[in-house]
């Protein structure tokens, strides 16, 4: 698989999984998966907004896979809010034990894949010797 092609569809994959989320827009049964039940108007209110913001992350990500241009743009943005995410989760003793796993571990990977896609975009060019 060429170079090209494996960052086209790692950032489909991870936009599309980064989408998720915007389910409790039409089922707030989706929170469910994040062990809420029992949650205010505002709370749920706030919990689709969220929804939102990751569907249009996750847009980013996939209209990135089609642009070179703007991938280290959004890679940045990505990393920015998906590690925010996690240090929040993570560093809190109290929501920690009910982190997602799935959504752990995959926060955890798409940064790290999008680190390594900046690393990639922004290496300096070969230089031509010449002869």
Same mark, same amino acid.
């Given at each position: #698989?060429?170079?090209?092609?494996? &960052?086209?569809?790692?950032? &489909?994959?991870?936009?599309?999984?980064?989408?998720?989320?915007?389910?409790?827009?039409?089922?707030?049964?989706?929170?469910?998966?994040?062990?809420?039940?029992?949650?205010?108007?505002?709370?749920?209110?706030?919990?689709?907004?969220?929804?939102? #913001?990751?569907?249009?992350?996750?847009?980013?990500?996939?209209?990135?896979?089609?642009?070179?241009?703007?991938?280290?743009?959004?890679?940045?943005?990505?990393?920015?809010?998906?590690?925010?995410?996690?240090?929040?989760?993570?560093?809190?003793?109290?929501?920690?034990?009910?982190?997602?796993?799935?959504?752990?571990?995959?926060?955890?990977?798409?940064?790290?894949?999008?680190?390594?896609?900046?690393?990639?975009?922004?290496?300096?060019?070969?230089?031509?010797? #010449?002869?």
């Amino acid at each position: #698989m060429s170079t090209d092609r494996a &960052v086209k569809t790692a950032l &489909v994959v991870l936009g599309v999984i980064t989408m998720t989320p915007v389910l409790a827009l039409v089922s707030p049964a989706a929170l469910e998966y994040y062990g809420l039940t029992q949650l205010s108007p505002m709370e749920t209110a706030l919990l689709r907004h969220r929804g939102v #913001m990751q569907a249009v992350l996750g847009a980013a990500l996939v209209w990135a896979a089609f642009v070179p241009a703007v991938q280290v743009p959004v890679a940045v943005a990505a990393i920015t809010t998906k590690t925010a995410n996690l240090v929040l989760t993570l560093s809190d003793p109290v929501a920690r034990p009910d982190a997602p796993l799935f959504s752990t571990v995959f926060d955890t990977l798409a940064v790290l894949i999008l680190i390594g896609l900046v690393a990639f975009r922004l290496r300096p060019a070969p230089s031509r010797a #010449m002869v």
